[in-house]
């Protein structure tokens, strides 16, 4: 583990942590593609795996009492059929090939999180419980990235931002704990994953107390678009140097 990749962890830890604090989104797509620019992109993903169930666990806490598990079971048990295909695509993956996959997902999130909140959805919504449990569980066992499929499922359903966020926390955090238990038993819990795991968590601590702090001193909204812009043009710049890599 070198000096430049554990100093890079625990910025980027300290920055996805805040950032997951203020907005309520964004551990995963803050952390997976500015840690793969420094060091191996399946390290990263599993890194980030383990970081973020720790960053969601006090946050779950506080909305433990208003959890309406008819409203979480059915996704929970979705991911369980995501999670192992997730393993599997992280095993087999070029890292240079997981490294746009992860890419587009962030381009593609980022969009989703920028103009969801503007659609009206029309009817009951749209998807089913367990097909976006399935692809998030998926998306979060092969790129550390689970939120999209839940994400774009419940706003099409929860009008409350409160119900939303709630529900949202509630199925991250079983999901996260199974995706961890599914890469140890598949060997991906490795000791340079645990080592920059560890160092990082200080940071993420205080990154977590950061965001909670700036949460009513800064406009959300538009701290959430510079920060997706940022992470499409780094994604952007992730495709092209790994699509050079590849040809």
Known sequence: MTGPVIAGAVGIAFLAAGTQSLTGFGFALVM???????WDVKLAVVTSA??????????TVEIRRSIRLRKVVPLILGSLLGIPAGIVILDRIHPEALKIMVAAVVIAASVILYFAPRIRWEGGGVGSPMLAGMLSGMLRASTSMGGPPAV????????????????????????SLLTVIG?????RMTPEVL??????????????LAGAW????????????????VLVFTSIGVIVSASGSLA
């Not at 383990?50 to 946050?59: E, Q």
């Not at 890469?183 to 060997?187: D, F, K, N, S, V």
């Not at 560890?198 to 977590?208: E, N, R, S």
Request: glycine share 2%.
């Open 152 to 175: 774009l499922y419940l706003l099409s359903r929860e009008k409350q931002i409160e119900e939303f966020r709630s529900t949202l926390l509630a199925f991250f955090l079983p999901s």
């Open 32 to 38: 997976v593609p500015l840690l793969s620019l420094i």
């Open 195 to 208: 080592e920059t795991s560890a160092v990082a968590l200080p940071a993420l601590a205080v990154g977590l």
């Open 214 to 229: 700036l949460r009513s001193r800064v406009q959300q909204e538009m701290f959430q678009t510079l920060v997706l812009a």
């Open 183 to 187: 890469l140890t038993i598949a060997g």
């Open 50 to 59: 383990l970081l973020s169930t720790v960053a969601i666990l006090p946050l």
